[in-house]
């Protein structure tokens, strides 16, 4: 049996950017993140040059606490949601704030499991993860990369290149 109770103002990793921040923590088995996402953020706009990928390739299983949020598959369908909305998000999608608030979102994930886990270190140690067997076009990859960059580069105003990353790549 398991009972953990952590807070997302103490998280284990802070991700700031330009239209917003995230704050992340993983608890029994479950990655919980929080992003307050300002007017103007936008995945295609904000994300994309990060990661490569015509759109967001993460599923999301997300609840919506303030603000209003934009998602379009990549088949053009869309939706728009708001305070007390549930969203389940498939690959392939983009996303942004609509309207003037910001938006506040938190959005659920399975961590990783056995040998599968690939994992990357920001030099300062904090470790980002993702699940291999799930990753088959590397597209999450590609987003692991990034979220080390994006990390050294807003949090230790420094750059850490594609090559050292995957040098640095385990699995667990």
Known sequence: MTLQTRNLDSPDEKRE???GAMHVLALDGTTFVRGV??????WSIDVQPLVGTDSC???HASYIISGRFGVRLDDGTETEAGPGDALAVSPGHDAWVVGDQPCTI???APA???DATRIARCPCG???RIDGTTDTDGAQLEHLIAAVQQHAAGSHG???DRDHILDELTTG
């Open 17 to 19: 950017f330009d239209h």
């Open 106 to 108: 938190i959005d659920f």
């Open 112 to 114: 990783p499991a056995g």
């Open 57 to 59: 390739q993460v599923a």
């Open 158 to 160: 420094h750059d850490v």
């Open 126 to 128: 904090v470790q980002f």
């Open 37 to 42: 996402l300002e007017p103007g953020w936008r």
